[in-house]
């Protein structure tokens, strides 16, 4: 199946932009949404172009409905129902446009407006002169040019040999005036079903070509939006690929450093820890383990401080056993400190009764 890349995610503008205004709103209402299931591929994407093109034409056939409408209430009662049958069949056939029945739905719209112009030959046409009646049949190019834009290229013929066939009917059994008849027979049956018949091929044939050749080169743009698109995303790529480069040297050279500076024994040092780096775990265990260093190297200082401070209170002691006056040693320990507090005062008081004497 095909897999849409995600472009929003890349940072690269998608290749069919969201629908606004007011012609979104009614593409929402008549046709498929777009979505990552009607955007997957390029023949997705062109099958949604032809389902917002039947989209188009459906307003196009609403706002004829509603002017027709209007101009019914003038007109005798029997031209108001004639005119809202067509309402549940827009409303049938944009449900099925929706529902992405693109085909079905532009069966249906070309069928009804193929019925339109028959029942005007039929029962208006028909009564005029045969210049008029004979005119009267080239009507039917107009939806064959209509549903060449979002009808199957396989669909075209079976309309045209549904018209030639009406037509033959028409001119054979049809009920036309007398005037109408004598020319018919003076023409000849062959020859006036010949003229209206090659003009649906022509136009058939033309139509069925230019589909062709439009949707190849519908495609080709699709597909060479598809490369644009992909390049555009290897470029970025290859520039995040460069920056994570470039961030990674970076944050290897600073912990090369820091690892020269632990060596000489400068545990205060620490490695830069940025939540992007791609490294940023390899520096916060480096700081973890500094730290640790760190405190273990205070630790040491202070454990031989202390044990040079208790060695000069042992002196002290000594000293002061023997009789002899020397000055209380500088204590910045709190060991030390608190030795001196014990042992600071009896200097003191052992001297008094000599002084007495």
């Not at 056939?93 to 030959?121: D, E, H, Q």
């Not at 062709?212 to 290897?234: F, G, K, P, Y």
């Not at 290859?238 to 994570?244: D, I, N, R």
């Not at 700081?287 to 000069?312: K, P």
Request: with cysteine; glycine share 4%.
């Amino acid at each position: 199946m095909d897999q849409k890349p995600d472009y929003f995610q890349m940072g690269v503008q998608p290749l069919v932009e969201p629908r606004k205004g007011f012609w979104g709103w009614w593409l929402n209402l008549t046709a498929p949404p777009r979505d990552e299931l009607t955007t997957s591929s390029p023949f997705k994407r062109a099958e949604l172009r032809k389902s917002e093109l039947l989209g188009y034409c459906l307003f196009v056939i609403a706002c004829f409905l509603c002017f027709d409408l209007i101009l019914a209430f003038r007109n005798p009662l029997p031209s108001i129902p004639l005119v809202l049958s067509f309402v549940p069949i827009l409303a049938l056939v944009s449900w099925l446009n929706r529902a992405n029945r693109t085909k079905i739905a532009g069966t249906i719209f070309i069928s009804c407006i193929m019925i339109v112009v028959m029942c005007v030959i039929t029962f208006v046409m028909s009564k005029r002169n045969g210049a008029d009646l004979f005119a009267a049949y080239d009507f039917f190019v107009y939806p064959l040019l209509i549903g060449s834009l979002f009808l199957p290229r396989s669909m075209i013929f079976p309309f045209v040999i549904l018209d030639i066939v009406f037509i033959i009917w028409h001119v054979c059994f049809g009920s036309v005036p007398p005037e109408t008849h004598q020319l018919i027979e003076s023409s000849g049956r062959f020859i006036i079903i010949l003229r209206p018949s090659i003009v649906l091929f022509t136009v058939a044939l033309v139509s069925w070509l230019g589909m062709a050749t439009m949707e190849r080169t519908l495609l080709r743009a699709d597909r060479a939006e598809e490369l644009i698109a992909a390049r555009q995303v290897m470029a970025e790529q290859s520039m995040q690929l460069a920056e994570q480069h470039e961030r990674l040297e970076a944050g290897i050279a600073q912990i090369l450093h820091v690892h020269k500076e632990a060596a000489q024994g400068n545990y205060a040092v620490r490695a830069p820890v940025h939540s992007n780096d791609v490294i940023w775990q390899i520096g916060r265990s480096l700081n973890n383990l500094l730290a640790r260093y760190e405190r273990l190297a205070r630790d040491s200082e202070e454990l031989a401080q202390t044990r040079n401070e208790v060695e000069q209170i042992s002196i002290y002691i000594e000293a002061m056993r023997r009789g002899k006056q020397v000055a209380l040693p500088q204590c910045q320990t709190p060991l030390g400190k608190r030795l001196l507090f014990a042992f600071g005062s009896r200097p003191t008081r052992s001297s008094n009764p000599t002084m007495g004497d």
